[in-house]
């Protein structure tokens, strides 16, 4: 392995990683770097060229040559799917490592990230093993004499921007299918969480990949997102991102009409009747919102719960997180880890003046934590709000913290009400030892995934996206990889004589 993230050490001294821009590991055309953060000790850990439009520019050329000449048109299917399959072994190989990077970027608990990066190979076996089982169509086509197929090709250079909670996770989502199905690719980590993305950059050159293939330029939104979303050769932008990022991307895209996929944020009900194994529930809760600090996408935000039960769960809520241990994410015993950036700290503490504001009453938690080994940290203690309405703005906008509300309700169709009454619809949980009603209920919920008697289940095998203001389009499962091929339709007249175009019938 070479490159400077080889040199990386544990300790506090500053590490300068490169970006990977056409097989070469460079320095940004600005000649500037930018800083991250641990947002466990809030020191300066990192450093990151500071891209802008002359970096994506060559990324993208360099992913365009890649996709039109040399090694990567020429390789079959199945040998495509190899490489991907060598770098699954490459990240299980290097998993501790990989998961290191993580938690210092974004402070999410160790054993979380380790746990990640250990599930991250599916994602490459699975999409590896998809490469060369696309296959076409012949139609039984109404023209006489006409023979018809249908194949799918690839698109060409994708764009694939990633977010700082999951970084790797959410980039691989992406980078799989697009892979297999024969594009190349820019990635742009956040600017919060750079560090596995250039990591894994060398995993890929140590595959085998071609030369520009693969790609990853480091900066900001504006400087690096933007041009890479505008780049007249990026045929597809796969975007993970918040909804006001989403909004932009999907706006600039449509000036040269690309392909754009969306995964954004949510609001998700978290929904428990009174019929519910309470135990079970409570854990649910706990990790639809506790877990990753509340900064996942899919985070069980909004708690829906029966009147009958709704004392008796917030009591049982309270009491279980009066145990969570907060503090060192490299801890195994930490059970809650900082969030991960400094606007990330004011918007939360922002949100919890705001339930306050609109009358709510704070039964756990409220404030930037004092907890002895969390001062320098970005720690903010667990929170629960009860006496939410639907109608405020904590119960409809989108927080990304450990902040949960509890909204009662009487009736099933009242809780059906409330859960799809928000701007979003990525995610739902539905708590009930009913069958009928879990059953029925799945289908009347807007979102893209519902679990019953479950909270936070993913895998790559089942497809994850969201509806309205949570985004467009699918990540995982075997449909995913049509995301990233355009299917073409040919017609062959294999006779000679073509009828005269100005006699018709
Ligand atoms: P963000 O939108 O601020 O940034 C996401 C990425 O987009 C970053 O790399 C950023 O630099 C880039 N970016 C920002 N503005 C851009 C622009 N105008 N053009 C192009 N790129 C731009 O989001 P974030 O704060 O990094 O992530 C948190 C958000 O991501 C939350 O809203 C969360 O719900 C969402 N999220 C969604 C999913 C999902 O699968 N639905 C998963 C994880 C996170």
């Given at each position: 392995m ?12 500053v ?7 056409g097989?070469?590991?460079?320095e940004?055309?600005?000649g500037e770097?930018?800083?991250?953060m ?7 850990w990192?450093q ?5 439009a002359r970096d ?14 040399g090694?990567?048109?020429r390789?079959s299917?199945?040998?495509r ?19 290191d ?22 994602w490459f ?5 998809l490469?060369?089982k696309?296959?076409?169509a012949?139609?039984?086509i109404d ?8 194949s ?13 909670n ?6 691989a989502?992406?980078?799989a ?6 594009n190349?690719i820019?990635v742009k ?6 560090a ?6 060398e995993l890929?050159a ?19 997102g933007e041009p890479?979303?505008?780049h ?15 909004r ?6 449509a000036?040269?009409?690309k ?8 609001k998700s009900?978290?929904?428990v ?9 409570v854990?649910?809760?706990?990790s ?7 900064q996942t ?5 909004r ?10 769960v917030?009591?049982r ?7 969570a ?8 015993s ?11 700290l004011?918007?939360v ?15 756990l ?18 929170t ?11 119960a ?11 909204i ?5 169709e ?11 619809g ?12 879990a059953?029925t ?32 389009g699918?990540?995982n ?29």
């Amino acid at each position: 392995m070479s490159g400077l993230t080889d040199k990386l050490k544990e300790g506090t001294h500053v590490e300068r990683f490169h970006m990977h821009i056409g097989g070469a590991s460079v320095e940004a055309a600005s000649g500037e770097w930018f800083d991250s953060m641990n947002p466990a000790t809030g020191e300066i850990w990192a450093q990151f060229p500071k891209a802008d439009a002359r970096d994506v520019n060559l990324a993208v050329k360099a992913a365009h040559r890649a996709f039109e000449d040399g090694a990567w048109p020429r390789l079959s299917a199945s040998a495509r799917g190899l490489l991907l399959h060598r770098l699954g072994e490459l990240i299980a190989e290097n998993a501790e490592r990989l998961a290191d990077l993580e938690v210092r970027d974004n402070g999410k608990l160790r054993v979380e990230m380790l746990g990640q990066m250990k599930y991250l190979p599916q994602w490459f076996y699975y999409y590896g093993g998809l490469a060369d089982k696309v296959e076409g169509a012949v139609t039984p086509i109404d023209k006489p004499g006409i023979f018809h197929y249908i194949s799918y090709e690839p698109l060409g250079v994708v764009a694939a921007i990633a977010p700082w909670n999951s970084p790797l996770l959410l980039a691989a989502w992406k980078i799989a299918p697009a892979l297999a199905a024969g594009n190349t690719i820019v990635v742009k980590p956040s600017e919060f969480s750079s560090a596995s993305t250039v990591y894994f950059a060398e995993l890929v050159a140590q595959a085998g990949f071609p030369p520009g293939v693969f790609n990853v330029v480091t900066g900001f939104g504006l400087d690096v997102g933007e041009p890479l979303v505008k780049h007249p050769r990026v045929a597809k932008v796969a975007f993970t991102g918040s909804e006001s990022g989403g909004r932009s991307v999907y706006l600039n895209a449509a000036t040269d009409f690309k392909r754009v996929s969306l995964e954004l944020g949510g609001k998700s009900a978290n929904i428990v009747f009174a019929d519910a194994a309470l135990d079970d529930a409570v854990k649910g809760i706990v990790s639809g919102i506790f877990a990753a600090t509340g900064q996942t996408c899919m985070a069980g935000s909004r708690l829906l719960v029966q009147r009958e039960v709704h004392d008796e769960v917030v009591a049982r809520l309270v009491d279980f997180m009066k145990t969570a241990k907060l503090g060192d994410p490299l801890d195994k015993s930490t059970n809650v880890g900082p969030v991960s950036t400094p606007p990330q700290l004011a918007k939360v503490l922002h949100y919890i003046d705001v339930a306050r504001s609109e009358g709510a009453t704070c039964v756990l938690g409220g404030e930037r934590s004092r907890r002895p080994g969390c001062e320098k940290g970005l720690f903010v203690e667990p929170t629960i709000f009860t006496g939410v309405r639907n109608d405020m703005r904590i119960a409809q906008e989108e927080v990304f913290g450990p902040l949960l509300v509890v909204i009662p309700f009487d009736t099933e169709e009242e809780a059906v009400a409330i859960a799809n009454d928000t701007p979003y619809g990525l995610a739902a949980g539905v708590w009930t030892r009913d069958l009928e009603r879990a059953l029925t209920l799945p289908k009347r919920l807007k979102a893209g995934t519902v679990w019953v008697n479950a909270y936070r289940v993913v895998s790559y095998m089942a497809p994850f996206g969201g509806v309205k203001a949570s985004g467009l389009g699918r990540e995982n499962g075997i449909r995913a990889i049509y995301e990233y091929l355009e299917s073409k339709s040919v017609f062959i007249n294999p006779k000679p004589g073509i009828a005269n175009p100005f006699v018709l019938g």
